[in-house]
């Protein structure tokens, strides 16, 4: 660098200087979700949240299809095509907001839409994903059951041939979006092994009722999606895939929406706490100005900025075609785990301000809790990279 070269001023919002690995389209898509979310979700996500509901959830819905965000990363059909990494920012600035409203995207394109896509008859991406990629109708994904989590093969769902149709008997629980769905992705035992089965959700013996008394997830519906003799006709079945790698890898795309939405809450958190701490006083200064808390924001800004950086490599790695399920777990167990751990010293930071829904940090906490456990646990994300290292397989 010459002499008379200038250095770009350090800036605290992007200390690595991360937006210059964006793209113009990279920057407009963040800054159009970053908009939505300001005026159509942070001045009421409170209110939701403390009151455990998520009201006109079929508009936001249709209002996040009209900016391009329902199914964005998949192609044709109405769907945006837009690139991992574009998908990321997106997700990052929708779970800055809240994480129910991402997971309400993510359910909607990583996992309902994206097994259509990826798995379904022409006919069944003709009539299910016009209409989701507009928040016409939406998805939801049944794959955990009551006492089968992390087992997914052991599930009792099941489905039956009776002639040409199937019939559909099981449960299935924590279940996003279940009880506005019109459409259902729900995966079943058969004789012949682990199907998918498209269900819409005016099906006889379907029903959705919705799972109250949560701490977390609380600006979001979440279900049961019971299933009682659901006939369907032979059409209903994913053609393109038998046993679980259909599903586990709807659920690696998923992930990886995870792992930049994660930093979204992690980032709410963080700029709480820089904003507090430079108006707080105690002792006749803000207590931004004593060591102990510099040090807080500078160990928070560390992990937050390393985290966004990782999204960013799996995310051009995932365009590249060369992103591998172990580096989605990678960086599942990484971020979610570092974000929860800036919201609780965000919440140090404020004090006995940080458990108030006055501040995003308890709420963005409770929430990644949950965000910590769906989609694999930390223990299962432990054993894929410890089987990937070792070679050696500990699942059972």
Known sequence: MSASAKLPPFDPADPLGLDDLLEPEDLAVRDTVRAWAADRVLPYVADWYEKGELPGIRELARELGGIGALGMSLDGYGCAGASAVQ????????????????????????????????FGSEEQKQRWLPGMAAGETIGCFGLTEPDH????????????????????NGRKMWITNGSVAGVAVVWARTDDGIRGFVVPT?????????????????ASVTSELVLDDVRLPADAVLPEVTGLKGPLSCL????????????????????????????????????????????????????????????H??????????LRPEQVSFGKLNNVREAIDICRTARTVLGANGISLEYPVMRHATNLESVLTYE??????QLVLGKALTGIDAFR
Not at 159 to 168: E, R, S
Not at 206 to 212: D, G, T
């Open 87 to 118: 998908y990321g920012l997106a997700c990052l600035e929708l779970e800055a907001a809240d994480s129910g409203i991402r997971s309400l995207v993510s359910v909607q394109g990583s996992l309902a839409m994206y097994a259509i896509h990826r």
């Open 149 to 168: 989590g992390s087992d997914p093969a052991s599930m009792r769902t099941y489905a039956k041939k009776d002639g040409t149709d199937w019939v559909l």
């Open 202 to 218: 005016d099906s006889a013996g379907f029903s959705a009722p919705e799972i109250r008394h949560k701490w977390s997830l609380r």
């Open 252 to 311: 690696s795309h998923a992930r990886y929406g995870i792992v930049w939405g994660a930093m979204g809450a992690a980032r709410s958190c963080f700029e709480a706490a820089v904003d507090y701490a430079k108006s707080r006083e105690q002792f006749g200064r803000p207590i931004g100005g004593f060591q102990l808390t510099q040090a807080k924001l500078a160990d928070m800004a560390v992990e937050l900025h390393k985290g966004i950086l990782l999204a």
């Open 313 to 322: 490599h799996l995310g051009r790695r995932m365009d590249a075609g060369r």
């Open 376 to 381: 694999g646990t930390v223990e299962m994300h």
